[in-house]
Structure formats: structure tokens, C-alpha cells
């Protein structure tokens, strides 16, 4: 949506692909595979300015956060590799020993405690959440939506 709202794009997904497109010049397709994952077709180019936009060092830690904390041996392959036009080190700084948004993406939560207590009759308990107002409306006009789960069911 960033590149949508914000660059001009205009993002078409079907069945098979997402097409982005800018100014009317498709820039770049992504293949939807069968697992619902999607893979750029080709390659891709980086832009010199995104060298000048940071003052952090242009490390393997800074492209690691750059590509959504991608693990650093794909990240390390892509350079050695030149899988990616433009990508340069800048620092030979070692990565950081701790990564906290990849520790914390990795963290899970224990369940919640069973409960002895259960609804035998369908709508004997309904539970109902309220979300809105947003800021976009949907095609109809609505700009709040809403769901029920019955207990028993």
C-alpha cells in the first residue's frame, strides 16, 4: 500500500502474479506460487540513494534489517553472488550478536489455560468484537466491521 499511496504504483495481483507498475512501465512481477508465497521474477536494483539515507553504517546488520530480516547467510550469498545490482558493504563491521525484532518474531506464547466452563447450546454465548471507525470506507460505505463467535460451535 506504501508504494500504491505514496510512489505512484499501480500494484495488480491475479491468480498467478502481482504486476507493479509505475507511470504506465511495469518495474517488477512477482510469481504467487501454489503455497501462496510470492517470488520476484528476475532481478532487482537498488538505488544509490539508499546508501545516502541512512548514517548508520552500510554493513551485512544494516541490509539484514533492509530485507526484513533475512537471514545472514542469504544476505551474505546475495553479495558474494551479486544476486542484487548495487549492493555493497561499506563496513566489515561483524553482525550484531542479537537481533531483537528476529528474537522477538521467534518468541511464542503459551496457550491459554483451558476452561472447564463450555457453552453446550449454539448462541447460549455469543462473543463479538467491534472495529472501527476506520478511515477508509469499503465499496458499500461501511467503515466499521464486526464478528461474532459462538462458544458452543
Known amino acids: 500500500l506504501y508504494l500504491a499511496r505514496h510512489k505512484g504504483f499501480n500494484i495488480t495481483i491475479?491468480?498467478?502474479?502481482?504486476?507493479?507498475?509505475?507511470?504506465?512501465?511495469?518495474?517488477?512481477?512477482?510469481?504467487?506460487?501454489s503455497n501462496n508465497s510470492a517470488e520476484l521474477d528476475g532481478s532487482?536494483?537498488?538505488?544509490?540513494?539508499?546508501?545516502?539515507?541512512?548514517?548508520?553504517p552500510v554493513d551485512i546488520?544494516?541490509?539484514?534489517?533492509?530485507?526484513?530480516?533475512?537471514?545472514?547467510a542469504d544476505v551474505k550469498s546475495m553479495i558474494s553472488?551479486?544476486?542484487?545490482?548495487?549492493?555493497?558493504?561499506?563496513?566489515?563491521?561483524?553482525?550484531d550478536v542479537i537481533c531483537e525484532p528476529c528474537l522477538a518474531g521467534k518468541m511464542h506464547s503459551?496457550?491459554?489455560?483451558?476452561s472447564l466452563?463450555?457453552?453446550?447450546?449454539?448462541?447460549?454465548?455469543?462473543?463479538?468484537d467491534l472495529h472501527g471507525l476506520l478511515p477508509v470506507a469499503s465499496h458499500s460505505g461501511y467503515k466499521y466491521w464486526i464478528t461474532f463467535i459462538d462458544d458452543a460451535t
Open 81 to 95: 553472488k551479486e544476486l542484487v545490482t548495487g549492493l555493497k558493504l561499506e563496513s566489515n563491521l561483524p553482525p
Open 14 to 33: 491475479s491468480a498467478q502474479s502481482i504486476d507493479f507498475q509505475c507511470k504506465g512501465i511495469s518495474l517488477f512481477t512477482a510469481t504467487i506460487h
Open 61 to 72: 546488520s544494516l541490509w539484514h534489517h533492509r530485507f526484513i530480516h533475512h537471514n545472514f
Open 117 to 128: 466452563n463450555h457453552n453446550r447450546s449454539p448462541l447460549e454465548l455469543v462473543h463479538s
Open 44 to 56: 532487482t536494483l537498488t538505488s544509490e540513494a539508499a546508501f545516502s539515507v541512512s548514517t548508520l
Open 110 to 114: 503459551h496457550p491459554f489455560p483451558s
